[in-house]
């Protein structure tokens, strides 16, 4: 890993990306990183949604064109692990201080109205601002999406997303923030909408709601959104709705029973390992070239 990023992933750990309320990314163009669990199969309705404490630009560059620019969590052979049981995160294994983390209660109140092997996941951040172009949004997928996937993810698809960024047509951040949950009280809250919690909507907290991410969130993401938990799956940037032009940031996994949402980063050889690989390359081919000569 390059030494700036070393320092970087240093100063996240120290400094951490506190920001009391979740934010969409509908005006800030940095929303929030969230994880959403939820339970719709055979009559639940329950779902989750945690601020996990780090924003969009924390994993990718500002602006539009950014999806060629690492952030300090895009860089390679970065782990992130937030355990939910003990309101932890780590940082490749150092303890990172984010501000005040609150999501026990909620996730334990998910386990507790959710049925073993229904539970699936969403992870997410997103930026609502400009047009056209100027958004971007983070989002889960396959790890290994098809070539029309790719092009179906585009422009018109990355806009049903983020429909549901604060002040969108199927807005889900603004009711969180009404008081709803640790989501307002503390730096990186949580709420958890269970049956007794008012209407199934997103009004209610219900994030999965039919006028909330159950069909602009998953009928935007082409690449796969939705996974059960316990399921690897990939974390896209879908950068100005370029069709085909998305790129895999990291791979994450939420393990229910554990009560941990983990994130990686693949090991990528820098430049000088390239340039080594080339030169090594290069020297191969001349050896056999005098190898035929002789």
Known sequence: MQIKHILAAAALVATGAANAAIDGGGTSGNGSLFLAAFDTQNGTTTSGMFDLGYTLQDFVGAGTGSNTVVGTLGAANTTVV????NNSVTVNGTLASIGTNSWTSAF???IANSDAGELQY????L???????GKRALFTGSTTPTAQQLLDQNNANLGTILQTTNGGLRDV???LNN???TIASADNGAFTYAAGDGATSRQAGYVVAGDGMASNWVGGAKLGATVDAGVENGLWLGDGGTAGAERLIGRVTFNAAAGTLTYTTAAVPEASTYSMALIGLVVAGIAAARRRRA
Request: hydrophobic letters at 40%.
């Open 82 to 85: 937030w355990n939910f049981l």
């Open 108 to 110: 334990n109140k998910l």
């Open 122 to 125: 969403v992870v997410g951040a």
């Open 127 to 133: 930026d609502n601002t400009g047009a056209g172009t």
């Open 173 to 175: 951040f603004t009711p």
């Open 179 to 181: 008081g709803l949950g």
